[in-house]
């Protein structure tokens, strides 16, 4: 798991120089007037516009993605999201669905990160979340990257 905000992102470049494509489709199409939808980025990269009101933490489950890195990046409002290390503790509530790439688990996040408008987290495979915790409107942007991209 990575937590920045875009105003960074030159430093995640030298880290992974490949998010260039990422950072410059957040830079140069995402503002609070952009329209929920779901935008093809490049090389198998998409994000998804949306606009949502958060629930209790509780109930909330954590989630983790096989093929996926997310990059979940705040437009406007403030987040919550629980997180957890995926580990052979885990308990399984919806099994892993390869059509969606998710699985959902029963545990309990290790931490929670509050993000505000700017802000971004990168949760890789074994990153379990729960986002959209808290309350208040949130909108955000999900950019969705083939794991293999970066690998």
């Known amino acids: 798991m990575l937590i920045s905000s875009v105003k960074n992102y030159q430093n995640i470049l030298k880290i992974f120089p490949k998010l260039d494509i ?9 503002s609070d007037k ?14 998804i516009v949306q606009e949502c ?13 096989k093929k996926y890195i997310d990059l979940q990046y705040v437009i406007s409002g403030r987040e919550k999201i629980g997180w957890k290390f995926v580990d052979k503790s885990f308990k399984i509530h919806k099994k892993y669905s ?8 029963t545990n309990k996040p290790d ?6 408008k700017g ?4 949760f890789f495979p074994e990153d379990a979340h729960a ?13 969705k990257i083939p794991k293999d991209f970066l690998y």
């Open 53 to 65: 009101e958060p629930k209790s933490a509780n109930d909330r489950l954590l989630e983790t993605h």
């Open 111 to 116: 931490t929670y990160i509050k993000l505000k």
């Open 22 to 30: 990422v950072f410059d489709f957040i830079t140069n199409n995402i």
């Open 34 to 47: 952009t329209l929920e939808s779901r935008y093809d980025v490049s090389d198998g990269i998409y994000a």
């Open 119 to 122: 802000e971004f987290v990168l």
């Open 131 to 143: 986002p959209l915790c808290g309350d208040g409107t949130v909108k955000k942007c999900i950019v």
């Open 98 to 105: 390869i059509k969606k790439d998710i699985a959902f688990f």
